[in-house]
């Protein structure tokens, strides 16, 4: 009998990463393994424990998830298979008759009360926050001590997970909050649907002028659309050694992007393959294939005129 696969996330139960993972059918059917830190979740793809692994990489209030992005870039050569954008609505919780005069104590992980921070500082100017490690933790932990008037922020779900109340709703500073959670694997790079992201790092041969222009050239001249990019300290040396993390829309398997992978690689030298899958959110099909198209179309024309030389 074939072992059921596992799926890792970032937990324990009752974070928004599970949240995010429950909307995916095919993910909600397998084992899920509730692990302590992203760093664990992607540490148990590496060796094998789970299959996959599920973790946030993105929020629109407070940008890149830096811990999850660096891990993936640095310390870890696993692919991105999908991506899963959860509308985040955070919540005060606390043990049943707590009121907002009897907080003493606010915990969550870091992300999190960075998003609430303009919150926190209009009703608890003077209470501690403290951090955890998820979400959920804060709600155990609130459920645990709450008696002396600790809260916790945390998605409204953690509350029936721990016995808790929602004593306000949707305390983030901006509304829209969204957080992009990606799942990950060894080997696997999902066939080309038609709406799909690349991901890439690309450490520059040499920081000189116009390196950045000549990165992003590659992609512009083909028209393929870059969704994120971002610089990120390579670790390797001292300051101003960065490295870039671009994200566009394509695929691997399309024309163009594979060609322009091909020109990043041979002119930098030092690129990292993050994945290619498929993309939440609107359609662009229709734009890469017609652009694509005219790349073949111009490839043939070549390979005819070159057909011509005498040999």
């Not at 645990?144 to 808790?164: K, R, S, T």
């Amino acid at each position: 009998m074939t072992k059921a696969r596992r799926v890792g996330f970032f937990g324990p139960a009752g974070t928004f990463t599970e949240q995010a993972l429950l909307t995916q059918p095919d993910l909600a059917t397998m084992e899920r393994v509730a692990l302590r830190t992203v760093p664990d979740v992607l540490d148990a793809v590496d060796a094998g424990e789970v299959d996959v692994g599920f973790v946030p990489i993105e929020n629109s209030i407070e940008g890149t998830v830096n811990f999850t992005q660096d891990a993936l870039v640095f310390d870890h050569d696993l692919l991105i298979q999908r991506e899963v954008v959860l509308d985040i609505e955070h919540c005060l919780l606390a043990r049943p008759g707590t009121s907002l005069s009897d907080v003493k104590m606010v915990l969550s992980i870091p992300v999190a009360t960075a998003q609430c921070h303009a919150f926190l500082r209009r009703m608890f100017p003077d209470v501690e926050v403290r951090a955890t490690n998820s979400t959920a933790e804060a709600a155990r932990l609130a459920a645990e001590d709450g008696a002396h008037g600790v809260v916790a922020i945390a998605p409204a779900n953690a509350a029936v997970l721990y016995g808790l109340e929602v004593l306000q709703r949707n305390i983030a500073d901006h509304e829209g909050n969204q957080t992009r959670f990606v799942l990950v694997g060894k080997d696997r790079i999902p066939s080309r649907t038609g709406n799909d992201r690349t991901g890439v790092v690309v450490f520059q041969r040499a920081d000189e002028p116009g390196s950045l222009i000549g990165i992003l050239q590659e992609f512009a001249a083909r028209r393929i659309n870059i969704t994120q990019l971002l610089s990120r300290p390579t670790k390797r040396g001292g300051l101003g050694d960065y490295c870039f993390i671009i994200y566009a829309d394509g695929h691997v398997a399309d024309e163009l992007m594979a060609d322009a992978l091909r020109d990043l690689r041979t002119k930098q030298g030092d690129v990292k393959f993050l994945g290619s899958y498929p993309a939440a959110g609107k359609h662009t099909q229709s734009t890469r294939e017609h652009a694509d198209q005219r790349w073949r179309d111009a490839d043939d024309w070549l390979n005819a005129i070159r057909s011509r030389v005498v040999r």
